[in-house]
């Protein structure tokens, strides 16, 4: 029998060392990317788009994918032809994630509020949807049919009331999105989807096609590739933008109580995304992280993408870190700040309540993070490359607007009026005050 190849992935005792955030991430980087670089690259592009609008987005898909992407808009009957061939068993697990993300929505709509300052003295917060959205889905080396509900769902729970959806042209399928792409999209009734990719398709987005008669979306939502990540950023400002959701990571506290097998199953799951995925075992337990490098060899060699999977396992973004303690593992979680976080700990619900910093976290042997790609009612477009510090995944409070109404009429003014003078007088802007004194003056 031929034995396994063992993994290389990296082996770093930490133990003894208080680590600082920096330092953390320099231990385990994520995979070079430069995204300035990737900007300049896709500068000419974006300006192409901006000025000839659709031929330039048919001459780009057919130097890049060798492809005709016209009609740029999906028709009905495509949609139609496409939920029609859709397999009965993944249209039931389609419908099911759209079912439980539907639920997960609801509940978390922010409500409004009133704020009674004083007699005569309200304040109102609402919640608006942005108007438009454009919802992007990628190709590439999988297909996504659960990135689309992740953002058309909470998009439609939210109140936006035009939903435009992009996915690039595939050659395998006569230049044409991918049918399982169609086929979500259809099922979630959404009808302006279109055939375009990468930042062509972002660019599309913000300036709008006018030969289509397409109009540019106040926000764009949804995952990519470097140079996705980079049309967003090149291009935010003139649209809004969920995040720079880039290439995934995993990071997994465990203790000498882990399932060591478990645990190289959710590390490779991450790793079969791209040769870039980060997948890292934090634990206080020599004994389990040999054992995790064991079982990773035959799971490695026994699966369809081994060789990308193996890639991304022995980059630099990879590694299993010994630490002293759970807390040294948790103090390394919150500075790495993991787009995916998984507990596997004696006493997970401990654990879980010193952890600040990650994109979603999912907690012991039943909750992997594959569970949360399709079908867990969380969604899966999360935040990367430390963006957890300050973002959060999308949501349907990515769609919305906190507005605030001020209510005062003549007597809740009139308590504060002079403050208001006082305030006024002291930053050198006396019209403020008497925007206010005038009032009692008529």
């Not at 780009?60 to 068993?89: C, H, M, N, Q, W």
């Not at 054992?291 to 890639?311: C, G, K, M, Q, Y």
Request: proline share 5%; net charge negative.
């Amino acid at each position: 029998m031929v034995q396994p190849k063992p993994v290389d992935l990296r082996l770093i005792d930490a133990r003894g060392r208080a680590l600082s955030s920096a330092q953390v991430n320099q231990l385990v980087p994520r995979a070079s990317v430069d995204i300035q670089q990737a900007i300049s690259q896709i500068e000419p592009l974006l300006a192409e788009v901006k000025a000839s609008g659709e031929s330039a987005i048919v001459d780009v898909t057919i130097a890049r994918d060798g492809v005709d992407p016209r009609p740029l808009k999906v028709t009905k009957e495509e949609l139609a032809r496409a939920v029609a061939e859709l397999s009965p068993s993944l249209r039931r697990a389609i419908e099911e994630a759209i079912e439980r993300v539907f639920k997960v929505s609801r509940a978390n709509l922010p409500q409004d509020t009133t704020v009674k300052l004083a007699e005569g003295a309200l304040v109102h917060q609402r919640w608006q949807p942005v108007d438009s959205v454009g919802l992007y889905v990628p190709g590439g080396k999988a297909v996504y049919p659960s990135s689309v509900i992740m953002n058309v769902v909470p998009a439609q729970v939210a109140g936006v009331q035009r939903l435009a959806l992009a996915s690039p042209a595939q050659k395998d399928f006569n230049g044409r999105p991918h049918p399982t792409v169609l086929a979500t999209a259809a099922l979630l009734g959404v009808e302006d989807v279109y055939c375009m990719g990468g930042p062509a398709a972002i660019a599309a987005f913000a300036y709008g096609i006018p030969q289509i008669s397409f109009a540019p979306v106040s926000l764009v939502t949804g995952p990519g590739n470097i140079y996705v990540a980079a049309a967003k950023r090149a291009l935010r400002g003139l649209i809004g933008i969920d995040s720079e959701a880039g290439t995934t990571e995993i990071l997994v506290i465990a203790d000498e109580s882990a399932n060591a097998r478990l645990i190289a199953y959710d590390l490779v799951s991450q790793a079969e995304h791209d040769e870039a995925a980060a997948s890292v075992l934090v634990t206080d337990s020599e004994p389990l992280a040999h054992a995790v490098i064991n079982e990773l060899a035959d799971i490695v060699d026994a699966t369809s993408h081994s060789e990308r999977v193996r890639t991304a396992l022995e980059g630099q973004q990879s590694a299993i870190v010994l630490v002293d303690s759970l807390q040294s593992a948790i103090d390394f979680s919150n500075h790495y700040a993991t787009e995916h976080l998984e507990i596997h700990t004696s006493d997970n619900k401990s654990v879980l309540s010193r952890i600040t910093n990650a994109g979603a976290i999912f907690l012991g042997d039943y909750s992997p993070v594959s569970l949360g790609d399709y079908m867990a009612g969380s969604s899966h477009v999360l935040p990367t490359g430390q963006q957890a510090k300050f973002g959060s995944g999308l949501g349907v409070h990515s769609f919305l607007r906190p507005q605030q109404v001020i209510d005062y009429n003549q007597q809740g003014l009139a308590q504060i009026s002079s403050m208001v003078a006082d305030f006024a007088e002291a930053e050198g802007l006396p019209a403020h005050g008497e925007a206010v004194t005038a009032r009692f003056n008529l």
